[in-house]
């Protein structure tokens, strides 16, 4: 998909200036002038027309330079699939990629069919210096390029302090993007917000490819957090939130049962920390920890804490 994108985006420079070196090219789609060469050569063997010469690349014939693609009817629903996926993703700016393959792919009339809730598709909703860093990232990652850049923690009032890192990954949850990194300095993987990261820039420097796997790294996780210590956690819920929890799939490793009284059980293996207390806090009187303990006493601590706050 990502290729997809690079390709039309390369099209589209093309189109727009009479030469342009792979310098520029790679510099205006952030990624490596590899890269570049190995896209134009994609475009050549799909028919396109594009010389080269000591200016730099350019198209032979540009009334003929729209790329094209003759897709039978189960390949076009493939596509279509992807991008819907993509588009449910939530991600902000996979939302507008995805829309914009679509009509750029099959046309303007079949937008209305595919956008469902048109008005969550507006640039506006995503801040321009982040749309700019995420890109920056997936480069990166793409490229196995390592990454500086300045990162203020929450709760940090100093400046934001540079770290050095390798990019494995970055994604949309909650609300935010996130990218999860080796970290030089911790000399381990770290998850960093994206809203909290500043002057990032793309080294020369490469790092080795790795096996890490998003969804592996993020499995203990409750939401989005897989620090703290793995346990089985037993909650049970009120008759009144039960139907909720019961119709909803919390965490891939859940199991949900019904008592006698109306009342679910939620059985899950999941990291215990701070998300984790707060989601069952969420509930109030609703929920109630069986087990472990260490999740108790998180939520003792915070049920201690608010006593300041109320006449209780």
């Known amino acids: 998909m990502l290729q997809i994108i690079r390709l039309l985006q390369l099209i589209n420079e093309l189109n727009k200036n009479d030469f342009v070196s792979s310098k520029d090219l790679a510099s205006k789609l952030e990624t490596s002038r590899r890269t570049v060469m190995r896209d134009i050569q994609v475009l050549k063997d799909a028919g396109c027309s594009i010389k080269s010469d000591r200016n730099g690349y350019f198209l032979e014939s540009k009334e003929k330079s729209q790329f094209s693609l003759s897709l039978s009817g189960e390949e076009k629903f493939t596509i279509i699939a992807g991008l819907q996926m993509l588009y449910d993703t939530k991600d902000p700016s996979l939302q507008i990629i995805s829309a914009r393959l679509v009509e750029k792919l099959f046309g303007g009339d079949f937008m209305s069919d595919f ?82 990261i500043c002057d990032l820039i793309m080294t020369r420097e490469t790092f080795k490819s790795t096996d890490f796997n998003l969804n592996d790294f993020l499995e203990p996780a409750f939401e989005l957090n897989p620090s703290g210590q793995i346990s089985e956690v037993e909650l049970r819920f009120t008759p009144k939130v039960a139907p909720f929890i019961g119709e909803l799939i919390w965490h891939p490793s859940q199991r949900i049962s019904k008592n006698s009284d109306g009342s679910v059980t939620l059985m899950m293996k999941v990291a215990i920390n701070e998300e984790l207390a707060r989601w069952v806090l969420s509930y109030g009187s609703e929920c109630t920890i069986v087990s472990p303990v260490l999740l108790i006493d998180i939520v003792k601590n915070h049920l201690y804490s608010l006593k300041q706050y109320y006449n209780i």
């Open 115 to 196: 956008l469902k809730t048109p008005s969550l598709l507006k640039e506006s909703t995503i801040e321009p210096n982040t749309s700019k860093i995420v890109r920056r990232i997936r480069a990166a990652v793409d490229n196995r390029k390592v990454i500086k850049f300045r990162y203020l923690k929450p709760g940090e009032i100093s400046k934001p302090k540079l770290r050095k890192a390798n990019p494995l990954a970055v994604f949309f949850r909650r609300h935010a993007y996130y990218m999860i990194a080796f970290c030089h300095k911790r000399n381990q993987i770290r998850m960093f917000r994206v809203s909290r």
